[in-house]
């Protein structure tokens, strides 16, 4: 079973940076989606950004801070985060679909705490 492993998270002050990525465990074919998702304590867990073909997906609270990468052929995606305030406090989480049987993958989470 391919899993999807996160990197980078901690703690990290107010105007701080921080960069994650995650990694798929083993192969991935087709993947044609590549998102990062996060939930902070008592919310929903909502899209932060996303890959799906060029043109990067942004939640309006993170454009112009947060950057999406990624490699389908590697089955990689990685998320530059700056300016970092902390509403930006989350549980984020890494997320892979492909085309073959429709599958679709999540990482474990990693966590984000911004100190003010």
């Known amino acids: 079973q391919v899993q999807l492993v996160e990197s980078g998270g901690g703690l990290v002050q107010a105007g701080g940076s921080l960069r994650l990525s995650c990694a798929a465990s083993g192969t991935i074919v087709s993947v044609y989606y590549m998102a990062w998702h996060r939930q902070a304590p008592g919310k929903q867990r909502e899209l932060v950004a996303a890959l799906s073909g060029s043109r990067p997906i942004y939640a309006d609270s993170v454009k112009g801070r947060f950057t999406i990468s990624g490699d389908v052929a590697k089955a990689t995606v990685d998320l530059e985060m700056s300016s970092l305030n902390p509403e930006d406090t989350a549980v984020y989480y890494c997320?892979?679909?492909?085309?073959?049987?429709?599958?679709?993958?999540w990482g474990q989470g990693t966590q984000v705490t911004v100190s003010s």
């Open positions: 997320y892979i679909r492909s085309f073959y049987r429709g599958s679709d993958y």
